[in-house]
């Protein structure tokens, strides 16, 4: 669930658009974790073009369909809280108890 390597922008996983990555590595050994797109500006543009786009249609829904999104959000994180408890564990080097 959490090998995505690409960047996050307007509901679709990318490349970055120079074609650039970098490694992510535990700390604690240097293992290597992930290669993952190295975003730069022109990708941080992009998303917030898309963002304010998008932002539109947001801004016109309801409180109450807002909400259903943050407690979906919510019982994800939940629901897979080990898998972030490990994820974090290595990028951080930190025993799980502090993850």
């Avoid at 304010?52 to 897979?80: C, M, N, Q």
């Amino acid at each position: 669930m959490f090998n995505l390597t690409q960047g996050y922008i307007n509901g679709e996983w990318r490349d970055s658009i120079s074609g650039d990555t970098f490694e992510v590595r535990n700390p604690f050994n240097d293992e290597l974790i992930e290669t993952i797109a190295d975003c730069g500006i022109e990708d941080a543009e992009l998303a917030i073009d898309e963002a304010s786009k998008a932002f539109k249609v947001w801004r016109k829904t309801t409180p109450k369909v807002r909400s259903g999104y943050l407690r979906k959000i919510g019982d994800l994180l939940l629901e897979h809280k080990d898998a972030l408890a490990a994820l974090m564990t290595k990028e951080q080097g930190k025993p799980v108890q502090e993850a």
